[in-house]
């Protein structure tokens, strides 16, 4: 089966602003670079999206937080001061989420094998009744949620590794045992929003399905396979997921100018091919990739060319040793009444 791709040129209309960082360039240059890959495409199947209903939206938001987007969007007033919104915010918010929802409804019927979501606006850091961080609708907190409620699968993982904590997938999902969301980010201490402490490990019936991950400035390839190796592998093991949804943001690369971290476009490559081989062990292959943050455009565009092609051309990584960092050990012991590690 070939990999599906969402993408929309109106995705591009989502401009916020000549010098906002989450501009229609970064998805620009990566379509534009993906049509000038010709084996790969033989390989790919591009379809357009269909916006997602309110009750889609729903399943993640609250009414309430849902009318405010909406009037926000027709008076052309702020989310926060980094999340400017305009005319056109609430709709392109609702194809964004209806793109993602649409390839995770087409991979798990066997559309697709996989799939990479190209969309804007990102959305791993809308809350149940918030928005922020350039973000209005949780994509990927809809899609696992409509796939675990009309699908009649058990169990889905959420591998997040944008540079920035995915606060309010976090919030939607801390307490729910269906989902477990892995979050590798740089610690909230040095970056926003803040969240994605070792201790924030879910609470009720979630207890436990909230892992985090949280990086100090400077960290690198090496440990983030270091993570891979003692989080990620033994608990989507562990976990057994019925579907594997990935927060992709490229914002981690050492050449990004919002963040402090390392990785590298063959990190970002480790990275994908690990949650690949993953879901082909676990899943029968099915996995989502979902655009988030990145805002070095040629970089970016890079790392995401090698998950792609990770996509198309399967295969077990060859990962470095890696190497642990401190806070591997904290993170260790808060989860350890809940898993094997």
Wanted: net charge negative; aromatic share 8%.
């Amino acid at each position: 089966m070939n990999t599906g791709i969402v993408y929309s040129d109106k995705y591009l209309e989502h401009d916020l602003g000549p010098d906002h960082p989450e501009k229609p360039e970064r998805l620009k240059s990566i379509i534009e670079s993906l049509k000038r890959e010709e084996k790969l495409l033989e390989k790919i199947d591009i379809f357009e999206p269909s916006p997602a209903s309110i009750e889609d939206i729903k399943l993640a938001h609250t009414p309430a937080y849902i009318e405010k987007i909406k009037k926000l969007s027709k008076s052309g007033r702020r989310v926060d001061l980094d999340t400017p919104i305009n005319k056109k915010t609430f709709d392109l918010a609702l194809l964004s989420a209806g793109g993602t929802l649409q390839l995770g409804e087409k991979t798990l019927k066997g559309k697709f094998g996989n799939g990479f979501a190209l969309v804007r606006p990102p959305g791993h850091h809308a809350t149940r009744d918030s928005g922020g961080g350039f973000c209005y609708f949780n994509n990927i907190a809809i899609t696992a949620r409509k796939l675990l409620k009309e699908d009649e699968i058990d169990r889905v993982l959420i591998f997040d590794f944008d540079a920035h904590h995915g606060n309010g997938t976090q919030d939607i999902f801390y307490q729910d045992n269906n989902l477990l969301y892995i979050s590798f980010h740089q610690s909230g201490r040095t970056l926003y929003p803040g969240t994605g402490s070792p201790k924030e490990t879910g609470e009720k019936d979630g207890e436990g399905y909230t892992v985090n991950v949280p990086f100090p400035p400077g960290s690198s390839d090496e440990n983030y396979v270091a993570a891979l190796k003692k989080f990620l592998i033994p608990l989507s093991e562990q976990f057994e997921p019925d579907f594997i949804l990935s927060s992709v943001g490229l914002d981690g690369h050492r050449k990004d100018p919002l963040t402090n971290l390392r990785l590298s476009s063959k990190g970002y490559e480790w990275l994908g091919k690990t949650s690949i081989d993953q879901a082909s062990k676990l899943c029968d292959g099915k996995i989502v990739f979902v655009l988030e943050g990145g805002y070095a455009i040629d970089a970016s565009t890079k790392s995401v060319l090698k998950i792609m092609n990770a996509l198309v051309n399967p295969s077990s990584p060859d990962l470095p040793k890696g190497e642990k960092k401190p806070v591997f050990e904290k993170v260790k012991e808060n989860l350890s009444p809940y898993w094997d590690l």
